[in-house]
C-alpha cells in the first residue's frame, strides 16, 4: 500500500536535547512538507522540499532544521534553539508543487517536552 | 496576505440532522480550496477540493461550492452520522504562496445518536 509513514508516534525531549522526526513517504512524490499543529488552531508550514537536495523554509522555520538526501525521506529535527516545540507534527507530499495538486498528510509525531 | 476564516465550533448535532460549515477566505490571484477532516489522534485527510470558480467538490456526501463572488467555500452534508464526527479543516492554495497550504483554525464536529 502507497502512503506517508511518521516515526515515532510520541517523542519525549528533554531540555536542550536536539531530535529528529521521520517522514517517510513510497508514492513517488517530488514535494514534501513539515507542518506544526497546535492546539485549537490550524496547521503552519515549517519547511517545504520540492525536489531532492532541495528545500526552502516556510513560515516558522526557526530552531528547526531538515534535510532532503533521498527522494522518499524528509527528516525534521527540532534543535534545542526552538523553545516551544510541543505540538503535533504532520509531515505532507504532493506529486508536485502546482497549485491544484493535492497533499497527502502522514499520520503524525506528538512532540512532548520533559 | 492569504487568510481562511472558519465558523467558530464546536458544531454539535444529532444524528439526520444538516450540517453547514461555513468557510470564508482572502487569496491573491485564484486559490484552490480544499476541506480537510481530521480523526482524534490521526493525520489529516482530504475530504473534497474545488480548483476553479463555480467547482463543485464532493465525497462521502459531503459537499462545497467554490463562490468566488463570495470569496467562499462552505461544507455542507445533508444527514450526518456518528462516524462524522471530527474535526473539519478548510484550506487554500494560491500561486503566490509557494504551494504552502494555507490552514482555518479548524471547526470540531460532534454528532450525537
Known amino acids: 500500500d502507497g502512503g506517508i509513514t511518521q516515526s515515532p508516534k510520541y517523542l519525549f525531549r528533554k531540555e536542550g536535547q536536539n531530535v529528529t522526526l521521520s517522514c517517510e513517504q513510497n508514492?513517488?512524490?517530488?514535494?514534501m512538507y513539515w507542518y506544526r499543529q497546535d492546539p485549537g488552531q490550524g496547521l503552519r508550514l515549517i519547511y517545504y522540499s520540492q525536489i531532492v537536495n532541495d528545500f526552502q523554509k516556510g513560515d516558522i522555520a526557526e530552531g528547526y532544521s531538515v534535510s532532503r538526501e533521498k527522494k522518499e525521506s524528509f527528516p525534521l529535527t527540532v534543535t534545542s534553539a526552538q523553545k516551544n516545540p510541543t505540538a503535533f507534527y504532520l509531515c505532507?507530499?504532493?506529486?508536485?508543487?502546482?497549485?491544484?495538486?493535492?497533499?497527502?498528510f502522514g499520520p503524525g509525531t506528538r512532540l512532548l517536552v520533559l | 496576505g492569504n487568510s481562511v476564516t472558519q465558523m467558530e465550533g464546536p458544531v454539535t448535532l444529532s444524528e439526520e440532522a444538516f450540517l453547514t460549515i461555513n468557510c470564508t477566505y482572502t487569496?491573491?490571484?485564484?486559490?484552490?480550496l480544499f476541506w480537510y477532516v481530521q480523526y482524534p489522534g490521526e493525520g489529516l485527510q482530504l475530504l473534497l477540493k474545488?480548483?476553479?470558480?463555480?467547482d463543485k467538490g464532493s465525497n462521502k456526501g459531503f459537499e462545497a461550492t467554490y463562490r468566488k463572488e463570495t470569496t467562499s467555500f462552505h461544507l455542507e452534508k445533508g444527514s450526518v452520522q456518528v462516524s462524522d464526527s471530527a474535526v473539519y479543516f478548510c484550506?487554500?492554495?494560491?500561486?503566490?504562496?509557494?504551494?504552502?497550504?494555507?490552514f482555518g483554525q479548524g471547526t470540531i464536529l460532534t454528532v450525537h445518536p
Open positions: 487569496a491573491t490571484g485564484y486559490p484552490s
Open positions: 508514492l513517488n512524490h517530488d514535494a
Open positions: 505532507a507530499s504532493s506529486i508536485g508543487d502546482s497549485l491544484q495538486e493535492t497533499q497527502y
Open positions: 484550506a487554500l492554495r494560491s500561486g503566490t504562496s509557494y504551494g504552502k497550504l494555507t
Open positions: 474545488a480548483t476553479k470558480a463555480d
